[in-house]
């Protein structure tokens, strides 16, 4: 009961061998009914890789599932080829640790009913219970980010005994499974820098639980799109680019002055990247990651898109997505992250003032990105999947799957007909067991330790496709990639050495 891909290449070596994968995943899914057990594909031209990850997702559960829910919201990243995402603290109530109470779903605060109902004390335990709660299977790895303030409010940071426990390293000997499952790993505000007033706060919070701050490096009070051609032209208040500079001139500083990391969040001008690229050059303890839209569209695609290409930070100018692109192939981005953020349709056409921010990205981030990045030939195949798979993976604090490593200690020579059953890897010292000339070397996931830490995407690095939102997997359609051309597409991904999703 599995299936072979044959002929695939292995990302970073080019390497060509034959993958086994031991059958379905039981929260399989799939885009076609062509992949059976047993079934061997010859997957020539296709690149095997470590899964992708994305520190930076909205799932709106609990508070807003009618946008996204965890199952869809999961459902939409192994679409994308990711395994492995981290949850924004964004939902209503917000991840902060404080209890939700009976008396908080009975004045219909939103999302306080599903806690209560669901038998949690929090968001937290919520999340992390999720699969039990509801009685599904989540298809992908998911970790949470905890508030830098209560409420995600701005104006008191959050207690830290209230989330501590749920942090690796500081779990007690009764923490469940679903703790070391889906830990805290990173503290944030998203969708709003952290206020000067806490700002030390929350930074030995920090400081006191290992963790990093994610920082939306962005602050403002007024303005809907960039401030420029474009928003004259709309008849729009403007945000100016040095909004942006503000949070990352100062939380530079404070890296500097604490030591803490700091990674910032979705970064969009030249004036921000030159100074993280001077603070990177001083060895602070910074990082940045930047997004699909950022590196495809500039502010004039507000004249396209209209709202559904309102986000924030906004889109810049045409110099600065040059620049973002510059940032990418000079190593100052270190890794690609989505900002998944679903919205109705109903509410994106409120128009610019009253439309909310953010669109949607996980099932065509790496269809985007290659076709502006690689075909642009700004960086490598190689680089891509860098940047959206070991990169996030190391940020987040995982490591991605090592298939090199894994051919090397487990891969055998391909079945022939004198020897139909190949060589084990323990045989491979053996002389008289070499590996033929001109045959694949064969790894098959059953038989490798830890198979259940193995996490792999599929990629047709040159195929062709239109981005189509009505055939995405998430609830949401807020994107302004409906009908691009673009090239490069994940057709299968596997999580613990089993299909997850296929496209095959």
Known sequence: MSITLRNIKVW?????????????ADAYFA??????DGADIDATGLTVAPGFADPHVHFRDP??????????GCRASASGGYTNVLIMPNTLPAIDGQAVTTADAEAGKPGAREVVDAGFANVID??????????????????LCVCASKDRAGAEASDIADWLRYVPGFQDDAKTPAMNEHPVTAISDDGAAVPELILDQVLANAKASDLYLIEHCEHHDTGAVNEGPVSRALGVPGIPEDTELKIVARDIEAARRTGIHVHFQHVSTAISFEAIREAKAEGLPVTCETAPHYLALSDEALLEYGTLAKMNPPLRSEA??????????????DLLATDHAPHTMDEKAKGFLEAPNGIIGLECAYGVCHKVLVDGGHISDERLIELMSVAPQALMGHDATDIAALVEDWAEPAPTGDDPDGVIAEEKADSSQTVREGVNRL?????????SAVDLVV???????????????????????GGWQVTGRPLATIIGSKFMFSRL
């Open 443 to 451: 790894l098959d996931l059953s038989r490798i330790d830890d198979a």
């Open 63 to 72: 508070g807003q599932t009618y946008k996204e829910s965890m199952v869809s």
């Open 459 to 481: 990629l047709a690095t040159d195929q062709q496709w239109t981005v189509d939102p009505e055939r995405f997997h998430s609830k949401a359609r807020n994107t302004p990639f």
């Open 12 to 24: 970073n070596t080019g390497e060509i061998i034959d993958l086994t994968v031991p059958g379905l």
């Open 126 to 143: 919520f999340l992390q219970n999720y699969d039990a709660a509801h009685d599904v299977k989540l298809p992908v790895r998911y970790d």
């Open 320 to 333: 600065d997505r040059q620049a973002t692109i510059a940032a990418i192939a000079d190593g100052t981005v």
């Open 31 to 36: 885009d076609t009914d062509t992949v059976r």
